[in-house]
């Protein structure tokens, strides 16, 4: 099988956890052909937008998408600004249909002691939060910001349609499926009228599998449950708004974000019939650590893990990356985001080639 592979690193530390994901892919002795192009800040003072003109179509063209992360400070520090890295991201999710974005949390008994949570809560958690990417409160109209003080006033509608539900959550249950048979869907049904909609469907869906079990959680219990008790849950499916909060959320239960993988996936299909994805770690451009050799690429690494799983059906390879993760941490190796007494701390080149090392 060639694996046409679509490599967009961005910015600030992106580069440089991208080179190691692609050395754990080259260590697999797999077949791959790589496309590259700018995106970000780095596409904006090339090209003069967050998207070269041709990006898009290397996209559409590849398999799958590796993407590293966006940013830079002086956009940071104008919020304002006509052109911003961030629509790298937004762009490719639209122009590549991808509408459900899926990111695992999971908590290693290696690294249990870094979450902020007790080990008896944290440990055995293994949960995907699944967000809704296109619709919501972010897309929706009508959407302004008007007038002057003292009668200034906003709004954002959180639009959506049957259609764009019943997807997300048929993806859900597939997903609980192939784990352990469980999903709870996010609203606020109690008050919001979008809310309403969100669990009336989510539920017609929920009676075509009837060997999965199903629940309604307001997203702001979910939020407390999930720090309560999160080996509780499997999959959990949400719409925008909430899924963006939620999965920030959660990623705090593992104790770094440096560790997280994300896909995020259509229906559109590839070369193999499979989902063509994008695949990031959920991390930003960390552009206080740029160039220092210290960034943890194990987030980028099992981002390229999620990739061979969901866009080539490779699930042998890709448990191998994972396995080889989980023995580098029990071995004692960490990057310096997630240290602790008796470690050793390696560089992000270093921790590339450990997790080469012990693919086995």
Partial sequence: MNLNIALFPGDGIGPEVFSEAIKVLEALKLDCSFTSSDVGACAIYKHGAALASNTLEIARNADAVLFGAVGAPEFDANPKAPVRPEQAILGLR???????????????EA??????LKPEIVRG??????RELTGGSYFGEPKFNRGIKPNREATDANYYTEAEIRRLM?????????????????????VMASGRLWREVANEVRSEYPDVHYEDVFADALAMHLLRAPRNYDVCAM????????SDEASQITGSMGMLPSASLGDDRNRHGLRRGLYEPIHGAAHDITGKGVANPLAMILSSALMLRWSFGLHDQASRIERAVEKVLADGLRCGDIKSPGTSVLGTREMGDAVAARLG
């Fill in 111 to 116: 690294l249990i002691d870094s979450s902020p």
């Fill in 94 to 108: 639209k122009g590549l249909g991808l509408f459900a974005n899926l990111r695992p949390v999971k908590v290693y």
């Fill in 125 to 130: 958690t293994d949960v995907i939060i699944l």
């Fill in 170 to 190: 048929v993806m859900a249950f597939e997903l609980a499926r192939g784990r352990r048979n469980k999903v709870t869907s996010a609203d606020k049904a109690n």
């Fill in 239 to 246: 719409d925008n708004l909430f899924g963006d909060i939620l």
